[in-house]
């Protein structure tokens, strides 16, 4: 893993949803869907708003008070999981981040 790397959701075929400390994901192109337990969905948070690899580390071996060599592998595996099942991708460093703040409203019905 460089530290550098980042990644972002594989949207817009990759969708997903967090649910107490738990996120459910899916892909759209292939109709799995997959389950995360409270760590993955930190990562995946993180992934979400393209913080670097090197970062994730950091912050996850602040709050558990890790070793950060046994952190970089759990943030490493999950990452080659993520890739190949192409929930995500690796970002273009010369593609600026995008952000959608486009307002929405409800249409009224459930």
């Avoid at 959701?9 to 997903?16: D, F, L, R």
């Avoid at 409270?38 to 008070?65: F, M, P, S």
Wanted: glycine share 6%; charged share 20%.
């Amino acid at each position: 893993m460089n530290h550098d790397e980042k990644f972002r959701i594989n949207s817009p075929g990759v969708i997903g949803q967090i649910f107490d400390e738990e996120a459910v994901i899916v892909n759209l192109m292939t109709g799995n869907y997959y389950n995360m337990n409270k760590i993955a969905t930190e990562i995946w948070n993180a992934l979400q708003i393209q913080i670097d690899c090197g970062t994730i580390v950091t912050i996850l071996t602040r709050k558990y008070h890790g070793m950060i060599a046994e952190i970089e592998n759990v943030v490493d595996d999950l990452l080659g999981k993520l890739l190949a099942e192409e929930l995500i991708v690796p970002t273009d460093p010369a593609e600026p981040m995008s952000v959608d703040l486009t307002p929405r409203r409800s249409t009224g019905t459930a």
